[in-house]
């Protein structure tokens, strides 16, 4: 029995005639009453009664009916889900994006577009260092991940930067500068530092130390913190100042405050990162939805 016989069956059930199903089908009436008879001696029952004017199901034909009508649905549906999935319409990611990472507006609005536009992929997001990121990606425990740079390459992994974004100084309210609208790298040589650790994020530890380094000193850390989240609430408790990307600013801790940097300043970049050679249509179609977002947020 194939999905053919299904499609015979039930157009003649329908028209109750084998000549109108016959040109519904398009093929001829003698054809297709060798296939109902075929499929009748597969069956061993009759579907139809021959009447005088046209023809009537059996009470095998009513049943028959019924579960030929679901299994050609289930077939056309299986059909295009097949088409959507190779489109990237359906299926199921995981994304892995750091923790400054989710502070920017950029990783929420592109999420709420790609599910606005593709309801039948299934997003599982994952929050953690650029480190572990990369080797989820690795290992096949994430398709993909938003990420800062890592000085560190993956001979398996393709990295490429969305768009750099300014860094602030952060102190504590009670700190002498704090009340400044805007301050150099120069005026805080002499600070204590607390910066992320550099063996979770490379890239924006690598950042700050450089731009030190052009306008000629080290900063002295005295403390590192695990998390960039952490980092801010360390400042409030005074253990020092630090530099952290723009978007932070958003997480609102009390007893800090946010100020732009004149001058030599260190930017840090917003990066993707995905396996090489992947082939899954929903991370391609998630990537360009990436790519073009980013092309919205970066400066003119």
């Given at each position: ?223 590192e913190a695990p ?37 030599i300043a260190p ?34």
């Amino acid at each position: 029995m194939e999905l053919r016989h299904l499609r015979y069956f039930v157009a003649v059930a329908e028209e109750q005639h084998f000549t109108r199903a016959a040109a519904r089908l398009g093929i001829g009436q003698p054809p297709l009453s060798q296939q109902i008879q075929q499929l009748e001696r597969e069956l061993g029952a009759p579907l139809f009664k021959r009447l005088a004017r046209g023809i009537q199901l059996t009470e095998v034909g009513e049943v028959f009916l019924v579960d030929a009508r679901a299994t050609l649905a289930a077939a056309a549906r299986a059909s295009d889900n097949a088409r959507r999935a190779a489109r990237g319409e359906l299926g199921a990611l995981q994304i892995g994006f750091t923790v400054s990472a989710s502070f920017h507006p950029f990783v929420p609005r592109v999420i709420l577009k790609f599910r606005e536009t593709h309801p039948g992929v299934t997003l599982t997001l994952r929050e953690g260092n650029s480190v572990a990121l990369l080797e989820s990606i690795r290992d096949n425990r994430l398709d993909l991940a938003i990420v800062r740079p890592m000085s560190k390459q993956y001979d398996t992994l393709e990295t490429e930067g969305l768009f750099d974004e300014p860094m602030l100084i952060v102190m504590s309210t009670s700190h002498r500068l704090s009340a400044s609208p805007r301050l150099t790298l120069a005026d805080i040589a002499q600070e204590d530092f607390v910066l992320y650790a550099r063996q979770t994020g490379p890239g924006v530890f690598d950042a700050i130390v450089a731009a030190c380094a052009q306008v000629g000193f080290s900063p002295n850390v005295t403390q590192e913190a695990p998390q960039l989240a952490s980092t801010i609430h360390l400042v409030a408790a005074g253990l020092g100042i630090s530099i952290v990307p723009a978007a932070m600013r958003s997480l609102h801790a009390e007893g800090v405050r946010y100020i732009p940097i004149d001058g030599i300043a260190p930017r840090v970049t917003l990066s993707l990162a995905y396996r090489r050679f992947e082939s899954s249509p929903s991370v391609q179609q998630f990537l360009a939805a990436l790519r073009e977002a980013a092309l919205e947020t970066r400066p003119a």
